[in-house]
């Protein structure tokens, strides 16, 4: 939407190629979205040691920043959760400074 918008066209404009070709595509790639699984119930018992880990990263067209919860039960057992993972649009140079300002 945001190229679309980039282009100023008018609402009875074509799509360029590329644009429509690339919306394709996403239409065809959002049927695997239902294979994606993120539990919504962290569960961190008192007993286990935990860490969180946070990553974030940015390119021309969005950053983003990941935080995970790594526990290990007093048995040995990880656990790996995803906690959030956030996006947004803006420009570049702000990119890197957001994506670090969201992981802190």
């Given at each position: 939407m945001?190229?679309?918008w980039?282009?100023?066209?008018k609402?009875?404009?074509?799509?360029p190629?590329?644009?429509?070709?690339?919306?394709?595509?996403?239409a065809?790639?959002v049927?695997?979205?239902?294979?994606?699984?993120?539990?919504?119930?962290?569960l961190?018992?008192?007993?286990?040691?935990f860490h969180?880990?946070g990553?974030?990263?940015?390119s021309?067209r969005?950053?983003?920043?990941a935080?995970?919860?790594?526990?290990?039960?007093?048995?040995g057992?990880?656990?790996?959760?995803?906690?959030?993972?956030?996006?947004?649009?803006?420009?570049?140079?702000?990119?890197?400074?957001?994506?670090?300002?969201?992981l802190?």
């Open positions: 945001q190229r679309l980039k282009q100023q066209l609402w009875d404009e074509r799509v190629t590329d644009i429509k070709r690339e919306w394709e595509q996403l065809d790639d049927q695997f979205v239902k294979d994606i699984k993120i539990p919504r119930f962290l961190v018992d008192s007993d286990n040691l969180l880990f990553f974030s990263d940015a021309e969005a950053y983003a920043a935080i995970y919860c790594r526990s290990v039960s007093d048995t057992k990880i656990n790996v959760q995803l906690i959030i993972a956030p996006l947004k649009t803006v420009s570049l140079p702000r990119l890197e400074l957001c994506g670090a300002l969201l802190v």
